[in-house]
Every structure is written in C-alpha cells, then in structure tokens.
C-alpha cells in the first residue's frame, strides 16, 4: 500500500460516509488517485472498488492522473464571460498548448476552467494555485504565466539563475 | 478559555470582553478575504510590519483582519472604526501615511471614494452611495469582526439569540417566532422557513440532522461565501437555535471545496465554540446538546440540491432521488433532516434577539426581511449588496450599483443564475420578491445577479448556461440529460448562423418539457434563461435564425471586422497585434483586413487607438 496512503486511512473510520473525506486526502497526500490507492480504499471500506471508483469519477474534483506542479483555473462564470474570459482563455491555450483539463508534458502545470471562483466582481479571474488574479487582460494572464515559468527555471538545480550559488 | 455553563456565564464573558481596553482603541480593519484577489495580502503584510515596527502605536491603533466590506469594485478595502472613514484601492505603500493620518486624527483624502456625481470624495464610509442605500442585516458584522476570533463576535451580539432561546424559550415559540418573522428560503426556492422547521420538528423519530447548505455553485452567486468567510459564527449561531427548535443533536456544513478560506473560518468557529460549550452538550449549561461537522464538497453543482446533497453526506454519487420521502421524513442516513442555506441561518440570530417584528418590519407582504444580491457584469460597483425585499431593479443597479460602465445601455439584469431569467430594461420599477421575479419569468434563487447591457447578445448568455446545466446535470433523469443536450446543440448552432426556421420553437417545446419532466430542481428550471431570453429578446434569436447576424456583435461566426480608411492613420498597432496575419499595409500605408484570414479575435479592434476598426 502507498505510505501516504496508510496515514490517510489512519486517520478516518470505515464508515461509508468517510470516502469522500478519504478520496479528499488522498488526492490531497499523493497528488491524484491511482487505480491501486482506490482498490485499497475500497478493501479499507469493505465496498466494491466500483463504489469507489463510481464517486470518484462523479466529483470534479478527483484526478485519475499526475497533475501538474500549478494548477492554472480560468473562470467561466457568467461575470468572466461578459468581460471577455474568452480571451484569457485563449491565450492561456494556446501559449501553454493544451487543452482543458491537460497537463504539460514537463508536468509544471494543469490548465482547467471552473464554472465560477466566486469573486464575480473581479472578473475575469485566473486561478493559480490559490492564487487569485481579477481583472485580467490576456496580456496580464500571459505575464502571470511568465513569471510562473521563470520562477521554475529559477528553482531547476541545473537553471542557469541558480548557477551562481 | 472557560466552559460556559449558563446564560449567566455568557453574559459575564461578553462584560469582560466588552471591557477589553483594545475594544476602545481606533481600528484598521481590512478586507482580508475576497480582496486577497485584489491585493490585499501585501496591504496586510505592510500593517503587520508597521505595527511590529512601532510598537508605541498600540497605545492607540490596533489593526483587525475582518471578511468582505461588500464593496468589490473598490477593494482592497479598509476601514477606520470607530469613526467610520473608508479607504478603497489600498496598496501596501499607503499603509505608513494611513497609520500616521489616523494617528493625528486625519483623513488621507486621495484614498477616499470618489463620488462620480459630485467628485466629491466620501469621507465616511456610510456616505458611500453604494452604503447610503443598503439595510445591512445579515453582513452586520461582516467588515467590523475579525471572523477567526469568537471574541469579536462576542463584543457584538453574539450568541445572545442563542442564550435567548435556551433561558427563555421553548422549541415551538423558537418556532413560531420564526413563522412569524416571514423568513423564507435564501437559497432559492423561498420556503417558509418556520413551517419547514416545523416539518422536521414533528417528524417521528430520537436522531434528526441538521444541515447547512454552504455549496454555493451559481455562477454569479458569492454572498454565501461572504458570509462564511466573514461572519461565520453568525452562521453558528442561526444553526444551534433552529437544531434546538427541530430537536437535532447533529449537524454538518456542507461547504463547497473551491472556498477554502470559508472552510477555515467556519473551521476556526467551532472549534472556538465547542472550546467555549456554545457548541457540544449541555449548551450553557441546558439540555440541549449539538455537534456540528463541515463536510467538504466536492466539485459537482447538483450538490447543491437537497437529496443530492444528502447523498453526498452519505458518501454517494451526488445525485438526487425522488421526494417524497421528504428529507424532512426520510433525510440523512434515513433520519429526519432538516437543511437550509447560509443566508438562512444567519437570518435567525436577528430574529430571536431583536423579534419577529422587527424583521417582519422590513420587505414586502409575502416576503421579509433582507436580501443579498451578488452585483456583478456590466455594472460600475460591483460587489455584495444587502437590500430590504421589495427594493427595485433600478436602486440596485442604479442607486446602488451605480449604473452601466461607459454610459451604455442597461439591457437585462440576469437574475437567479442559471435556474433565474433575464429581467428586461421594463421591469426597472418592479419591487423584487419572491413572487414578483417569478411572474416575470425570472427567480430569486440565490440572489445572482448579472447586469448586461446592449453590447451582450442574448442567445450567446442562454447558450452560456446552458452550456453550464448540460455539464453539471448529473445524467440520471432522461429530460434533463437528453433535453438540456439538444438545446445547447440548437442554441450553439443558432450562434454559429446555422440556425434554421422553427429552431426556436422547438427550443420552447423542448424546454417546456425538460420543466415539467425533470426529476430536481436543477432540470426544473435549466431551461429557464433560455424561455426568458425568448420571451423577451426573441428578435435577437430572429436575427440570428433568419439574417445570421449577432445585434450585439459578440458571436464571433456572425460578425465581421473591417478598418475604416478614413480614420485609419497607418500605425500598424492592428497588424501587430492580429495573431493570425489578417491585416495588411504597413506603415503609412492604410490597413486593411483579409476577410479570409481573420479569425475574428477582436485583437486590432482592442489595439486601434482611433476607433478605426469596425464590427459588423
């Protein structure tokens, strides 16, 4: 069983009303649900991995593969839609060349839209991480993705900001 | 901290909080949740860093986090209390002269609101014209107490409601005062709140649950979450006097994953409440004992509908089931469950503290009390706006929100979400409740509201939407399912200009069935921005159907871009921003725009810096 794993259910009850709670911290310890670490929810619970794999893939929330490093979270809401989150949107497509819901190759981020973050008069916002960014342009956006992507170079151990040190 | 044992302990505890020498001091409270967004983090980082810096001004100032001042637009937002000044658009560089002006008992005036009728600055925040016209019932506190500190809600009227109830009152007069208030549902539907309690309270049975409904998922709907993350005791409070109304032991807030701070907060509240035994058994030293949980949602809209909710609680795919059973009769794991929303709950406290009358006092005849309403769209102030019911369409969107951006048009105000309507520029004047929104094809629901004006395309939001329903039904009920599929199929070929005669008949038709064919509340009313857009703008669809134009000019397979050679000067602004090499000229040579390569991004018409660029 996956080490985090076992501290995840260490911590919960076999009750069946305790899966999400489980589903939760699990995603939130390995970073998404592995077909394994569900199989072994499922023998945790007493229930069909079925069961198990039937909430997960009804939630939104719950992942099937690596995500990655950033979560970039476009909203479209009705408020970012009428103040052009379209744009944002695009450009965040086509700079990061993916599609909703992709991961980059190099896995530093997961591109997604939400129906709506909740700050509707900031529209249109961006997410990263926790990260709020309200009252986007698509330039903003394309610099708030810069800076994100310097920020990884910067930290690589072989990048060259990093050299010096 | 000690256990407080009886209503006596409460009331000493609040004298001496009361008496706490920092409650006199002059306050710098700062909008530390939905202004995060805007920047409020290094605001806060800048005052922590001040006051650690001078440790002489603590004699004097004290500086205080609190939740959303309701005032997006102008975030982030700090406030002076007592005195009542009001700075917007603060920065981090504003704090060492903020913190020197207060000290002096001076104003910054460059950080004061600027009133754009008189521009005039504001000094007090209740001359805002944005606050002159609000009733602020709900969000009381929300701006004026630190939300993680029991203490602050304490100093205020906190969990006197409560201690009201347990000393004076028994459940059915707790009941009937709530009956008597004429509160209704918050969260959409607008059931008498007393009687659903009632419901439950009668229901046979030893265990009942008692839930709260924080999954706000309209889009466009954000009081909820200000309430959470801003007076989340208030919330407390309003759920421990209905389960001691209905009878319940156990509780849950099921609040949406996406708000996280609202978690913390609501988080941080109990654990300071059951530490201090207003929350746990044997409350104030009563009979009464009640346990309160969160439940983290996660991530699917139709949780917000009462059984699928319950099934989620229970650990299920969050699809609802057929009623009855009424949770009221068979709820959660099989027992009586009474459940109402945010806003409901924090209704309560006021009623039992101030009385029915007084609430009752406020809105119209078959609606009481408050309303928030999420301001958002075209509109300048955005923002959380609390009005008594029966206020009109115009003092929100004008009064308060202070009209249209750039002086346009103000077309449709998109009410309830994507369960609501549009309300037409002709309803302005209409007092809005319950009843009246419902007769013109819209809904309170949660009190979402979009303003647009002439430059949104009507088919374009109703296909939005529905484009939001389709993804979020949950696929058990065919109606729903298959319904909401074939109208975005038709709207969405209604905006690419393949629309076709009769197309918006059927989508009629089809709505109409998906209304009274749906199994829940999200299919009942998932056809309703599209009936309502037809019923009041059906020329736009006409345009769309028969001339394959967009009035509005945002489809962008219906409109094209042209540069007009007189007012082009030949910057190539145009062509350097089009990503898809559709401009043509350079330099002093007029532009012009390939027809064949545009794409129709909007990007020259955005960069041209003398209006050049023409939509069509």
Redo the contacts between chains.
């Keep these: 069983m996956h080490p985090a794993l076992m501290e995840v259910l260490a911590r919960h009850g076999t009750?069946?009303?305790?899966?999400?709670?489980i589903?939760?911290d699990a995603q939130a310890a390995i970073g998404y649900l592995p077909k394994d670490v569900m199989a072994d929810i499922a023998r945790h619970l007493n229930v069909p991995e079925a069961a198990v794999f039937?909430?997960a893939s009804?939630?939104?929330?719950?992942y099937f593969e690596a995500q990655g490093k950033h979560r970039v979270r476009v909203c479209r809401?009705?408020?970012c839609?009428?103040?052009g989150s379209a744009?944002v949107r695009?450009l965040i497509e086509?700079k990061l060349k993916v599609k909703e819901g992709q991961t980059t190759p190099d896995l530093l981020f997961t591109y997604e839209t939400?129906?709506?973050?909740?700050?509707?008069?900031?529209?249109p916002?961006m997410m990263v991480d926790?990260k709020?960014?309200?009252r986007l342009t698509p330039e903003q956006a394309d610099a708030v993705i810069d800076d994100y992507m310097r920020q990884a170079r910067a930290e690589e151990p072989n990048g060259t900001t990093a050299l010096g040190r | 901290m000690e256990r407080l044992r009886s209503a006596a302990d409460l009331a000493a505890l609040k004298a001496r909080i009361r008496q706490q020498p920092r409650r006199r001091l002059t306050t710098l409270c700062l909008c530390d949740t939905?202004c995060?967004?805007?920047g409020s983090v290094p605001v806060r980082e800048a005052l922590l860093k001040e006051f650690a810096a001078r440790p002489e001004l603590a004699a004097t100032l004290r500086f205080q986090r609190t939740g959303c001042h309701g005032f997006?637009?102008a975030g982030p937002l700090l406030a002076v209390r007592p005195q009542g000044i009001l700075y917007v658009r603060v920065k981090a560089e504003d704090v060492p002269e903020i913190v020197q002006a207060t000290l002096k008992g001076e104003v910054v005036d460059r950080l004061l609101y600027v009133d754009p009728a008189t521009k005039q600055p504001v000094r007090l925040e209740r001359d805002v014209p944005f606050y002159r016209n609000q009733t602020r019932l709900v969000f009381r506190h929300c701006g004026q107490v630190d939300p993680e500190s029991i203490e602050d809600y304490l100093a205020l009227d906190g969990y006197e409601g409560l201690a009201k109830a347990l000393a004076e009152m028994t459940p059915d007069q707790v009941i009937a005062e709530v009956t008597a208030s004429g509160l209704r549902g918050r969260g959409g539907a607008g059931f008498p709140t007393g009687r659903k309690w009632q419901l439950c309270r009668a229901s046979a049975g030893d265990t009942k649950y008692l839930i709260c409904n924080a999954d706000?998922?309209?889009?466009?709907?954000?009081m909820d979450?200000g309430v959470c993350e801003g007076d989340p005791h208030a919330i407390l409070e309003g759920m421990l006097v209905g389960a001691y109304a209905i009878g319940c032991n156990h509780g849950y807030i099921y609040c949406r994953?996406?708000?996280?701070i609202a978690i913390q907060h609501l988080t941080t509240a109990i654990a300071d409440a059951e530490a201090l035994g207003l929350l746990g058994d044997n409350i104030l030293g009563s009979h009464f004992s009640f346990h309160l949980k969160i439940?983290?949602?996660?991530?699917?809209?139709v949780c917000g509908e009462e059984t699928a909710l319950i099934a989620?609680?229970?650990?299920?795919?969050?699809?609802p089931r057929t009623r009855p059973p009424f949770p009221a009769q068979a709820g959660l794991?099989g027992k009586p469950t009474n459940i109402n929303n945010v806003e409901t709950f924090a209704c309560v406290p006021p009623i039992i503290t101030q009385g029915a009358s007084h609430f009752a006092s406020m809105g119209t005849e078959r609606s009481k009390g408050t309303k928030i309403f999420?301001?958002?769209?075209?509109v300048k102030n955005?923002?959380l706006v609390e009005i008594p019911m029966g206020a009109t369409l115009r003092q929100i969107v004008f009064d308060i929100g202070g009209g249209i951006p750039k002086d346009r048009q103000f077309k449709a105000a998109?009410m309830g979400?994507p369960s609501g309507g549009c309300v037409p520029a002709q309803y302005l004047d209409l007092p809005i409740d319950y009843d009246s929104l419902q007769e013109v094809g819209a809904i309170m629901g949660s009190g979402?509201l979009?303003v647009?004006d002439e430059d949104?395309c009507m088919v374009e939001?109703a296909r939005?939407?529905l484009d939001?329903v389709q993804s979020?039904s949950?696929g058990k009920c065919v109606p729903c399912r298959v319904g909401t599929r074939r109208m975005l199929e038709i709207l969405t070929r209604i905006t690419k200009g393949q629309g076709k005669e009769g197309d918006v008949d059927l989508l009629e038709e089809i709505g109409r069935t998906v209304k009274v064919g749906s199994l829940c509340g999200l299919g009942q009313t998932a056809p309703n921005p599209v009936l309502s857009t037809i019923r009041y703008f059906r020329n736009e669809y006409e345009a769309h159907v028969r001339d394959k134009r967009c009035p509005a000019r945002v489809c962008r397979d219906l409109v094209t871009y042209r540069i007009d050679p007189e007012k082009c000067i030949a910057c190539g602004k145009c062509k350097k921003a089009c990503?898809a090499e559709a401009v043509e000229g350079e330099r002093k040579v007029k532009h012009r725009i390939l027809q064949d390569k545009c794409v129709r991004?909007?990007a020259c018409f955005e960069a041209c810096p003398v209006d050049a660029v023409l939509v069509a």
């Design positions: 009750d069946r009303s305790d899966l999400i709670p589903l939760q039937g909430v009804f939630y939104a929330q719950f809401g009705t408020a839609h009428v103040r744009q695009r086509s939400v129906a709506c973050v909740g700050c509707c008069a900031l529209s916002v926790d709020y960014f309200g | 939905g995060r967004a805007l997006c637009e706000e998922g309209d889009p466009g709907a954000f979450r994953a996406e708000y996280p439940k983290q949602g996660a991530g699917a809209f989620s609680i229970e650990g299920r795919r969050g699809m794991f999420a301001l958002a769209g075209k955005t923002g998109q979400g979402g979009i647009v949104t939001l939005y939407f939001f979020e949950c990503p991004c909007g």
